[in-house]
């Protein structure tokens, strides 16, 4: 049974260019988070997916967007990318589109803008 | 989401009970005290949680204060493999202000042969 699986594993992009990342949940599971890790630091909270639909957000801007497939895999989607938006993007599957319970995580795309 | 405190980092001998405070006194009576751990270049990894009671699983005990304003979370006998990143962080079920549902920076602890 494979776990929460991420693509691709690294990427550098430019300042201003787009990027998508994407994310495919544990078997089962139907609710998708996504997450940025910055060097040295904790994640954060980026935003959920349950049911095709944005359920939930943190401040992040709007540069920022996500979608979910009716297969329950999830893209993450970063516009005008800026410097700042260099870390490690984490994707988190669990159920029932609520943020308890427990979150099983991928290993992770580390995005590089140079 | 309520806040929670950990200190930076911990040291732990091998084979010895590891205790990881954490304090969360701004927490809601409908608030959950998580713990996760990462270890290096990994995603973080679930390990316990609860609301009011202590709990335990094959990995780790929580202990909860009766007024819930802090948490312990107990590895009874950590090895080298338990050097990583724990995370405390506490979450309602849905979250208007989902910002702060964010991990904090966690205590390292590094168990030492």
């Known amino acids: 049974d494979a776990g929460v699986t991420q693509s691709p594993t690294h990427l550098i992009k430019t300042r201003g260019q787009q990027v998508t990342l994407r994310c495919s949940p544990k078997s089962g599971h139907d609710t998708v988070s996504w997450y940025q890790q910055a060097l040295g630091q904790g994640p954060q909270f980026i935003f959920q997916y349950y049911e095709e639909e944005e359920r939930q957000r943190g401040n992040f801007p709007d540069r920022f967007s996500g979608h979910q497939f009716p297969n329950y895999s999830s893209e993450l989607n970063v516009n005008a990318l800026l410097l700042g938006d260099s870390a490690l993007y984490l994707c988190?599957?669990?159920?029932?589109?609520?943020?308890?319970?427990?979150?099983?995580f991928g290993p992770g795309t580390r995005l590089t803008v140079l | 989401d309520a806040k929670t405190t950990q200190p930076p980092s911990m040291d732990c001998a091998e084979g010895r009970a590891a205790n990881l405070p954490c304090n969360h006194s701004t927490i809601s009576g409908n608030e959950y005290v998580y713990w996760y751990r990462q270890i290096h270049s990994q995603g973080p990894q679930y390990i316990i949680h609860g609301l009011k009671n202590n709990e335990t699983n094959e990995m780790a005990s929580l202990i909860i204060t009766e007024d819930r304003k802090s948490s312990t979370l107990i590895l009874p006998h950590a090895t080298l493999r338990d050097t990583a990143v724990y995370y405390c962080?506490?979450?309602?079920?849905?979250?208007?202000?989902?910002?702060?549902?964010?991990f904090g920076d966690g205590t390292t602890l590094t168990v030492k042969p």
């Open positions: 962080i506490v979450r309602a079920r849905h979250n208007t202000n989902a910002g702060k549902s964010t």
């Open positions: 988190a599957s669990s159920l029932g589109g609520t943020l308890v319970g427990e979150q099983f």
